[in-house]
């Protein structure tokens, strides 16, 4: 699971904690990383063309 890549905006994922990344996975300088519980939806990116991924 941790090579999934999710748009932001994205639910019904599982808890745990998620990391902004490139379009294609790769590190951002100053990218976030979120905590989500069951039901939370992921929070919009800091750059349009970023995702998530799980930690």
């Known amino acids: 699971m941790a090579d999934k890549l999710y748009k932001p905006g994205t639910d019904n ?17 100053g990218g976030r990383q979120v905590t989500i519980d069951p039901g939370d939806r992921l929070p919009p990116t800091q750059e349009k063309g970023r995702k998530w991924k799980p930690v």
């Not at 599982?14 to 379009?23: I, L, S």
Request: charged content about 40%; hydrophobic content about 20%; cysteine-free.
């Open 13 to 29: 994922l599982p808890r745990g904690e998620y990391k902004e990344v490139g379009p294609r996975g790769g590190e951002v300088r």
